[in-house]
């Protein structure tokens, strides 16, 4: 599975953004697909997954309320909404698939990971 991030930007405080994480060769439907962020300096940390039937989804406490992961019909493409961006949401974000459930939030867990997008909020 090949997975590509795209959808990142400059955006002011309060903005929003959406994030795509298309894969190539297979469908996510038997995936935990996830979202991992960056920031310069500190260690990557887990964001969001959504289980490959969709019905399940994690976030981080910082998240809460205010990112929405999801995955199209097709579960070909997975998405990160992300509203009311602050500038400590400023990072370069990784989507990640997994084949097993389980440790959804680890990075090291995951099989396959896509190359990062920048999302930059300005104060």
């Known amino acids: 599975v090949q997975l590509q991030a795209s959808g990142g930007g400059l955006v002011q405080t309060g903005g929003s953004l959406r994030l795509s994480c298309a894969a190539s060769?297979?469908?996510?439907?038997?995936?935990?697909v996830g979202w991992f962020r960056q920031a310069p300096g500190k260690e990557r940390e887990f964001v969001a997954a959504?289980?490959?039937?969709?019905?399940?989804?994690y976030y981080a406490d910082f998240v809460k309320g205010r990112f929405t992961i999801s995955t199209d019909s097709a579960k070909s493409t997975m998405y990160l909404q992300m509203n009311s961006l602050k500038p400590e949401d400023t990072a370069v974000y990784y989507c990640a698939a997994k084949v097993y459930p389980g440790n959804y939030y680890d990075w090291g867990r995951y099989d396959y990971r896509g190359q990062g997008t920048q999302v930059t909020v300005s104060s």
């Open positions: 959504i289980s490959g039937s969709g019905s399940s989804t």
């Open positions: 060769g297979r469908t996510f439907r038997t995936y935990v």
